[in-house]
């Protein structure tokens, strides 16, 4: 698998923007980024195939969020549009050399140490 490092987290006031990036140490087959709560489970927010640039968004938060890549930087960047206090969690970068594209967390053996991200209202 690839080492995955991510970047871009903080604190912002609700409505505002944020624009995570995660920089992976070689090619994968799938990158995305899930998110998790305090105190609640790990959720799916954004996957892209990389090998046709297929992109999954989470129904939830479609229209609020855009993946982009760099291939020559083997990069993902999740921008984050009109954040509330409910978005406020630590998001993980996850990648995976195997996977076509998932929303599961346990299909992607690659994984960053996660960057917090901080909605006041």
């Known amino acids: 698998q690839v080492q995955l490092v991510e970047s871009g987290g903080g604190l912002v006031q609700a409505g505002g923007s944020l624009r995570l990036s995660c920089a992976a140490s070689?090619?994968?087959?799938?990158m995305g980024w899930f998110r998790q709560a305090p105190g609640e489970e790990r959720e799916f927010v954004a996957a892209?195939?990389?090998?046709?640039?297929?992109?999954q968004y989470a129904d939830s938060l479609k229209g609020r969020v855009t993946l982009s890549r760099d291939n020559a930087k083997n990069t993902v960047y999740l921008q984050m549009n009109s954040l509330k206090p409910e978005d406020t969690a630590v998001y993980y970068c996850?990648?995976?050399?195997?996977?076509?594209?998932?929303?599961?967390?346990?299909?992607?053996?690659?994984w960053g140490q996660g960057t917090q991200v901080t909605v006041s209202s």
């Open positions: 996850a990648a995976d050399l195997f996977t076509e594209l998932s929303l599961y967390e346990a299909d992607f053996g690659s």
């Open positions: 070689g090619r994968t087959n799938a």
């Open positions: 892209i195939k990389w090998s046709n640039g297929y992109i």
